[in-house]
Nanobody, 124 residues
Framework: QVQLVESGGGLVQTGGSLRLSCAHS????????MAWFRQAPGKEREFVAA????????YYADSVKGRFTISRDNANNTLYLLMNSLQPDDTAVYYC?????????????????WGQGTQVTVSS
């Protein structure tokens, strides 16, 4: 089993920054990707960023490229998302997720385990 616990969400003004954290406990063997997704009210869950747990591969949605940075701390099994230049459109619940497949890092169905989510609200 895997448990994912996000933290770091909150209320920030336009142009501000936040860093989200996701603590992974439980199974780590064959963990392939970890990722951040987000879901705004009335919208589908969308991909934000992903990172290959072994190696340097990272993936970003076009909407966050250049503003968000995904990183990991292998020793502490923690995933991070540094969000800069936040905009009101970034307002959503942010979820971290773990995939044990090596196929499509941007596809939600590839991820078997999800955290409970953390709210990010960007005020204009």
């Amino acid at each position: 089993q895997v448990q994912l616990v996000e933290s770091g969400g909150g209320l920030v003004q336009t142009g501000g920054s936040l860093r989200l954290s996701c603590a992974h406990s439980g199974r780590t063997f064959n963990r392939y990707y970890m990722a951040w997704f987000r879901q705004a009210p009335g919208k589908e869950r969308e991909f934000v960023a992903a990172i290959k747990w072994i190696g340097d591969n990272t993936y970003y949605a076009d909407s966050v490229k250049g503003r968000f940075t995904i990183s990991r701390d292998n020793a502490n099994n923690t995933l991070y998302l540094l969000m800069n230049s936040l905009q009101p459109d970034d307002t959503a619940v942010y979820y971290c997720a773990t995939s044990f497949t090596g196929r499509y890092p941007t596809v939600p169905n590839e991820y078997s385990y999800w955290g409970q989510g953390t709210q990010v609200t960007v005020s204009s």
